[in-house]
């Protein structure tokens, strides 16, 4: 048998080339696939065992020619008319081993797929703007066909003559490959939609499958990324407004309950001064509707602190800060709120730390957290302490007071949630502290074991930058050699990807894709640019913290 290698046959069928084969030794030859049905040719009407039965006779001189030169060990090509009709072949014959191997196309056949695709491409472009797969009823690739510039993942003829199943996952290439079969076979168009993960990003396409000539499919595959991107936002944001109208439902059922109770104190010690003579009770009847009052007025505070808050409408100024020096001003004012009998301890850094934030923000929730201290702490120590962690500064409020049980501490920073009831307090403190550190760009923490105490903290960014040893010369050197440091805020994947490539061998690229990050990426990084998407720039809050801190 000649030295043929027959693992191209399945590359060759679907090129739609007829192989045989002619063995020198025995005189006899062999077609290795359906070589008539894949040349669209009718069978001879007697039983051929040769190609040379397909050629016009007034052809058959050059192929006998080529047939003879690669019997002598040269490769040749020869074009032909067919036996029985106008239409062109055209064959390779090689050398191979101690015979011949004859590879035959039907030009007719491929010439009337590029005027096809010369007359009509241009259409398909412009209704179809991405690229076509042709794929066989076994799935494989037959040709690619892409607009002019259009660069897939891997080159067309890379997938010619290839497995889908060698590019698709599993399940991709069996949704493929019924859809293919069932539009072959009912002769009707079909449409699915697949992803492709490449490079740990996620794409998103649609594919209209078309059947052609009876046993070929042409899939035409758009990319629809950004139409699944923008209904996965419509679902975020419903969701969203689900949560807003049930938390609103939520807020008022809050608000009316702790409202009533120093409503109700008002009127009914108001109703009770009327008639009481008594100086004595007198006075105590008003001292208890200036508590009510205060307290009322504290809620209604609260509650207008925490609505501006969630709706982005607290004006934060940024301002290089002295931790140091906040820390002891806070430690002094609260001095006198803490009961006898209890310690209060400060632990503070040697050195000065400056770090651009808001410190009247700042001081509310370290108030708030000595506030809540102070109530439950009887004895033992309350402190308060700040460290470096890394790329973040760590407040801390600890105490030994009664502590918190396991099963509240998932809802301690939910809104009206108190430890006990009978203690004076809205219940809404905490929550607004959550809103204060998550808008300085930290996080908020608590740890606490009953009748043992509780320990609170937060975080802000905080960059730690070492003194640059050296003179004026190198450091400016030094600083010459920086690269720059571009801040890139886009929400996307793909459209990260893109910025980040086309960035890279110029800048340091920083990548932010959620909205909560930009401050503290931006605190942290020093950042030369800031690159940021239509629509996080759309976030004026956000916006407008970043300004103030580039001020600084």
Known sequence: MPDFNRDLLPILTSANTGVWTYDAGTGKGHFENDYFGLLGLELPEEESSSPGKTVHRDDAHRFDEAFSAASAGNSTTVTYRCFNNDTMLESSILP????????????????????????YGTLVNSLFPNFIFVFDVNFMFVDVITPRGLRLFHRNEELIGTAGRDLYTPEVSELFLVNIRECLRTNHWREIEYHLDLSGIR???????????????FCLIQDIGDRVRRLEEILTQRKRAEESDRMKSVFLAGISHEIRTPLNAIVGFSELLVVEEEIDVRTEYMEMIRNSTDTLLRIVNDTLDLSRLEAGMTEFVFEETDIVSLMKEVHELYRPNIKPGVQFIYDLPDTEIEVPTDAKRLKQVLFNFLSNSAKYTDRGNITLKVERGGDHLIFTVSDTGCGIPEDKLAAIFKRFEKLDYYV?????????CKSIVERLGGNITVSSKLH??????????YRYAPPVVGNIGSVRELIAKQRKRVLVVEP??????????ALKDKYDVVEVTEEEKILSSFILEHPNIVLMSMEMAGKQDVVRKVHNISKC
């Open 492 to 501: 996307a994947a793909n459209d990260m990807q893109f910025i980040y490539e």
């Open 203 to 217: 794409y998103y396409y649609q594919a209209r499958i078309v059947p052609v000539d009876g046993d070929k499919a």
């Open 424 to 432: 004076q307090g809205t219940g809404l403190g905490l929550s607004i």
């Open 452 to 461: 043992e105490g509780s320990v609170f903290s937060f975080t802000i960014p």
């Open 96 to 119: 191979c081993g101690n015979g011949v191997a004859v590879l035959t196309v039907n030009k007719g056949r491929a010439a009337k797929m590029q005027n096809w695709e010369k007359r």
